[in-house]
């Protein structure tokens, strides 16, 4: 077994955040600087949000970023299945051990009982934990409820008395009194793990030496360890990331910025400078350095001991000025061609493209005002540009803060998807389906028209869209 085996977990419920790119590039150089391995596993217990195309998204975003893993559920390895909606067996066979050592125990308290528990924690300021009601059902009680049908979900004990210590590699010790320990759930009632009972197996029937991780996690670590103890293994090293911040220092969220890899990619940066770029966040550069530099050398510089433990923040600016360097440093003129025709007009691209415009043209050269948006970024629209649409401007916000939310939660980022959303927006408001595309037309492509919407906001990705319709919200 190689000396250090890390890895990277997303969960496949929404479009691939830069915050996964980071925690995956640490884990990654962190890896290779020991002559390790990397491991990508797809954390898919979450069966209602999970979806085939945000695991393809993920995948496509990391290894667009110009990382690898050693094993994953696209290259396979002697750990898999590497997606824990595979692995149900493995996990009941050990939420059975538990039970058996006395270490879980089955609950069968409805959600309003749980609720209701809740309520009265909360008018007596206490901290949300179980109750451990259930803990005091014998053997006969539990067989006849289960006899009975009734459902129930599968809890961890946790200790009454004492503290116990997480101990991370960048913070140093951090202890957690186990009153403040909740009796996590680690089966569902429907027989999934949750992220917690999976997550320890996982890490441990795959090797991991190193759990490296946001630090949102850092208040999960004392149940983690709890397992650990419980099964009898040797926990892995942790290390829990500060999450990246926006120059303000509120958390990096995608209800205020654009945090999506795809973002990046379909603004015309360089991967090359992204993960140079989130490279620094994790190790700053020391006097006399050269901010530019490759996947090579940030591997080759990473220092555990130089991760900050405040959250580092994501500057656009400088990401900006990065990529600037990598264009004019990087690239000759061949090597601009070819980037550009892999931004904007790749055969797949170029033939939707041409679908959608052909039937709208009379020359060629109509196709630059028509299709302008499409290249570019942010539009510089005016509150003028809103003038001969038919909604006012509480409309027009409501319109788009109803479509930021439920574009949001749509599952796959289609036509067909957009279309319902946008229907359903008209219904809501009480107006027509054309009165309301007119402002979507605006605020995505900047005209009242152009070639049809839907394809148009397919074409241009979730992240785009998100970010113009927030741009048409300043505006209106």
Same mark, same amino acid.
């Given at each position: 077994?190689? +000396?250090?085996?890390?890895?990277?977990?997303?969960? %496949?419920?929404?479009?691939?955040?830069?915050?996964?790119?980071?925690?995956? #590039?640490?884990?990654?150089?962190?890896?290779?600087?020991?002559?390790?391995?990397?491991?990508?596993?797809?954390?898919?217990?979450?069966? @209602?949000?999970?979806?085939?195309?945000?695991?393809?998204?993920?995948?496509?975003?990391?290894?667009?970023?110009?990382?690898?893993?050693?094993?994953? /559920?696209?290259?396979?390895?002697?750990?898999?299945?590497?997606?824990?909606?595979?692995? +149900?067996?493995?996990?009941?066979?050990?939420?059975?051990?538990? #039970?058996?050592?006395?270490?879980?125990?089955?609950?069968?308290?409805?959600?309003?009982?749980?609720?209701?528990?809740? =309520?009265?924690?909360?008018?007596? =300021?206490?901290?949300?934990?179980?109750?451990?009601?259930?803990? +005091?059902?014998?053997?006969?009680?539990?067989?006849?409820?289960?006899? =009975?049908?009734?459902?129930? *979900?599968?809890?961890?004990?946790? /200790?009454?008395?004492?503290?116990? *210590?997480?101990?991370?590699?960048?913070?140093?010790?951090?202890?957690?009194?186990?009153?403040?320990?909740?009796?996590?759930?680690?089966?569902?009632?429907?027989?999934? %793990?949750?992220?917690?009972?999976? $997550?320890?197996?996982?890490?441990?029937?795959?090797?991991?030496?190193?759990?490296?991780?946001?630090?949102?996690?850092?208040?999960?670590? /004392?149940?983690?360890?709890?397992?650990?103890?419980?099964?009898?293994?040797?926990?892995?090293?942790?290390?829990?990331? %500060?999450?990246?911040? $926006? %120059?303000?220092?509120?958390?990096?969220?995608?209800?205020?910025?654009?945090?999506?890899?795809?973002?990046?990619?379909?603004?015309?940066?360089? /991967?090359?400078?992204?993960? $140079?770029? #989130?490279?620094? #966040?994790? $190790? =700053?550069?020391?006097?006399?350095?050269?901010?530019?530099?490759?996947?090579?050398?940030?591997?080759?510089?990473?220092?555990?001991?130089?991760?900050?433990?405040?959250?580092?923040?994501?500057?656009?600016?400088?990401?900006?000025?990065?990529?600037?360097?990598?264009?004019?440093?990087?690239?000759?003129?061949?090597?601009?061609?070819?980037? *550009?025709?892999?931004?904007?007009?790749?055969?797949?691209?170029?033939?939707?493209? @041409?679908?959608?415009?052909?039937?709208?043209?009379?020359?060629? +050269?109509?196709?630059?005002?028509?299709?302008?948006?499409?290249?570019?970024?942010?539009? @510089?629209?005016?509150?003028?540009?809103? !003038?001969?649409? !038919?909604?006012?401007?509480?409309?027009?916000?409501?319109?788009?803060?109803?479509?930021?939310?439920?574009?949001?939660?749509?599952?796959?980022?289609?036509?067909?998807?957009?279309?319902?959303?946008?229907?359903?927006?008209?219904?809501?408001?009480?107006?027509?389906?054309?009165?309301?595309?007119?402002?979507?037309?605006?605020?995505?492509?900047?005209?009242?028209?152009?070639?049809?919407?839907?394809?148009?906001?397919?074409?241009?990705?979730?992240?785009?869209?998100?970010?113009?319709?927030?741009?048409?919200?300043?505006?209106?």
């Amino acid at each position: 077994m190689p +000396s250090v085996r890390t890895r990277i977990a997303p969960s %496949p419920t929404g479009d691939p955040h830069v915050g996964t790119a980071y925690v995956a #590039l640490v884990n990654y150089c962190f890896a290779r600087k020991h002559g390790g391995e990397f491991v990508l596993r797809i954390e898919d217990t979450d069966q @209602a949000r999970s979806t085939a195309e945000s695991e393809r998204a993920i995948l496509d975003a990391l290894h667009w970023c110009g990382l690898t893993w050693d094993e994953g /559920p696209d290259v396979g390895g002697p750990h898999g299945p590497y997606r824990q909606s595979e692995r +149900s067996s493995i996990y009941r066979e050990y939420a059975d051990k538990l #039970l058996a050592g006395g270490y879980a125990f089955k609950c069968f308290c409805t959600p309003q009982r749980l609720e209701e528990m809740r =309520a009265v924690q909360r008018a007596s =300021a206490q901290p949300s934990r179980y109750d451990g009601h259930c803990l +005091s059902y014998t053997p006969e009680e539990v067989a006849r409820r289960e006899a =009975a049908g009734q459902p129930y *979900v599968i809890r961890m004990r946790v /200790p009454d008395e004492g503290v116990i *210590v997480v101990d991370d590699l960048r913070r140093g010790p951090i202890e957690f009194d186990y009153k403040s320990v909740d009796m996590q759930v680690l089966v569902k009632s429907d027989g999934l %793990p949750t992220y917690h009972l999976a $997550n320890v197996v996982d890490d441990h029937l795959m090797e991991i030496t190193h759990v490296i991780r946001g630090e949102e996690w850092v208040s999960s670590a /004392p149940k983690h360890l709890l397992l650990y103890s419980y099964f009898g293994w040797q926990p892995p090293e942790f290390v829990h990331l %500060p999450l990246l911040r $926006n %120059p303000d220092k509120s958390k990096l969220s995608k209800r205020r910025n654009p945090t999506g890899i795809l973002f990046y990619e379909r603004m015309g940066y360089l /991967p090359e400078a992204l993960i $140079n770029f #989130l490279g620094l #966040l994790a $190790n =700053a550069t020391r006097e006399g350095e050269d901010e530019l530099m490759d996947l090579t050398a940030l591997v080759r510089r990473f220092e555990l001991e130089h991760i900050p433990v405040g959250g580092p923040v994501f500057d656009v600016a400088k990401l900006d000025w990065l990529n600037g360097r990598y264009i004019r440093e990087r690239l000759d003129a061949a090597s601009f061609v070819r980037r *550009v025709e892999e931004w904007a007009v790749s055969p797949e691209r170029l033939t939707k493209i @041409a679908q959608l415009a052909a039937p709208r043209i009379e020359r060629l +050269s109509d196709l630059a005002p028509l299709l302008a948006f499409l290249f570019s970024g942010r539009l @510089a629209l005016r509150a003028e540009d809103f !003038k001969n649409v !038919k909604l006012d401007a509480p409309e027009m916000r409501e319109a788009f803060t109803l479509a930021l939310r439920e574009f949001d939660a749509l599952p796959a980022w289609n036509v067909f998807g957009i279309e319902d959303v946008l229907k359903r927006i008209a219904q809501t408001l009480g107006k027509k389906g054309r009165d309301l595309a007119r402002p979507f037309y605006v605020a995505i492509t900047g005209s009242t028209t152009s070639i049809p919407l839907y394809d148009s906001m397919e074409l241009l990705g979730r992240d785009i869209v998100r970010e113009r319709l927030r741009g048409a919200l300043e505006v209106v």
